[in-house]
């Protein structure tokens, strides 16, 4: 069992950068690979990033790439999404998850831990 705590969100302005962490409980968390989704309004809960156990792999949704980056410490039981160049699209309530079955998966349905989101507003 893992339990999940997101922080970090809040209200920046378009162009300006946010740091979410999560911080896990439990054991084995260095076993998990660990994922950000993010969910607006009125829409699906969509990937952001998922990160490998070792983290020698990532993987980003295209519409955050090269503005947005996840790691990992083991050591601390935190995993972070350092976010820049927010846009007004980017406003959700994002999520922290965690996957023991290492599917590699995009989808939300192959994750089993998660934690109770944070927001992240973006404005114009």
């Known amino acids: 069992q893992v339990q999940l705590v997101e922080s970090g969100g809040g209200l920046v302005q378009a162009g300006g950068s946010l740091r979410l962490s999560c911080a896990a409980s439990g054991r084995f968390f260095s076993n998990y690979m660990m994922g950000w989704f993010r969910q607006a309004p009125g829409k699906e809960r969509e990937f952001v990033a998922f990160?490998?156990?070792?983290?020698?792999?990532?993987h980003y949704r295209d519409s955050v790439k090269g503005r947005f980056t996840i790691s990992r410490d083991n050591a601390k039981n935190t995993v972070l999404l350092q976010m820049n160049s927010l846009k007004p699209e980017d406003t959700a309530i994002y999520y922290c998850?965690?996957?023991?079955?290492?599917?590699?998966?995009?989808?939300?349905?192959?994750?089993?831990?998660w934690g109770q989101g944070t927001q992240v507003t973006v404005s114009s």
């Open positions: 998850a965690a996957d023991r079955d290492f599917t590699w998966s995009r989808n939300p349905d192959a994750y089993d831990y």
């Open positions: 990160i490998g156990p070792r983290s020698l792999n990532t």
